[in-house]
T-cell receptor
Framework: EAGVAQSPRYKIIEKRQSVAFWCNPI?????LYWYQQILGQGPKLLIQ????????DSQLPKDRFSAERLKGVDSTLKIQPAKLEDSAVYLC??????????????FGPGTRLTVL | GNSVTQMEGPVTLSEEAFLTINCTYT??????LFWYVQYPGEGLQLLLK?????DKGSNKGFEATYRKETTSFHLEKGSVQVSDSAVYFC????????????FGKGTKLSVIP
């Protein structure tokens, strides 16, 4: 079974530029998560999707971050404009949903963003 | 809100040494508890979990017991190997059905031959 795919693996941009990250979850997984992992910290949830709807985006800085999952499969996370403090690893995870409960999350390898 | 506190790293051990990584949590309700591992260059992987008090999660020689009275979930292994070198994250989900994970800061373990 293929895992969660993310691209690009690395990205370097100047502050105030925009950037987009792509995630393809495990086939059949209805739930998709984006996390931000700043160096030396644990991952922090940014947004959770169930199919193509948003379950929780309370920690997403909506003035500069946006995310979509239009067809309920792959997802894009965008930052516009980027700030220095956005330098982090952006992790995508997916899980199945059955019996009214979410199951184990599987993580992708992440995209390492450096903002100069 | 929910939070997870785990021991600061890095931790350096010799091969075959005993490992303990401490983890304590604050949560409302009855959380599920997890240990994730991140090997160099790889994504996070679930190592073990426990869903209720006194449960013991185990995998690959690692163990952790859900202690509600001390709000702890310490990770242990009797004899570490070089291949165990990784970053270990303690995490909880709030059990409210959303399965959202709250992570600790991670502990980097280096095992030397």
């Amino acid at each position: 079974e293929a895992g969660v795919a993310q691209s690009p693996r690395y990205k370097i941009i100047e502050k105030r530029q925009s950037v987009a990250f792509w995630c393809n979850p495990i086939s059949g997984h209805a739930t998709l998560y984006w996390y931000q992992q700043i160096l030396g910290q644990g991952p922090k949830l940014l947004i959770q999707f169930q199919n193509n709807g948003v379950v929780d985006d309370s920690q997403l800085p909506k003035d500069r971050f946006s995310a979509e999952r239009l067809k309920g499969v792959d997802s894009t996370l965008k930052i516009q404009p980027a700030k220095l403090e956005d330098s982090a690893v952006y992790l995508c995870a997916s899980s199945s949903f059955s019996g009214g409960a979410y199951n184990e999350q599987f993580f992708g390898p992440g995209t390492r963003l450096t903002v100069l | 809100g929910n939070s997870v506190t785990q021991m600061e790293g890095p931790v350096t051990l010799s091969e075959e040494a005993f490992l303990t990584i401490n983890c304590t949590y604050t949560a409302t309700g009855y959380p599920s508890l997890f240990w994730y591992v991140q090997y160099p260059g790889e994504g996070l992987q679930l190592l073990l979990k426990a869903t209720k008090a006194d449960d013991k999660g185990s995998n690959k020689g690692f163990e952790a017991t859900y202690r509600k009275e001390t709000t702890s979930f310490h990770l242990e292994k009797g004899s570490v190997q070089v291949s165990d070198s990784a970053v270990y994250f303690c995490a909880l989900s709030d059990g409210a059905g959303s399965y959202q994970l709250t992570f600790g800061k991670g502990t980097k373990l280096s095992v030397i031959p």
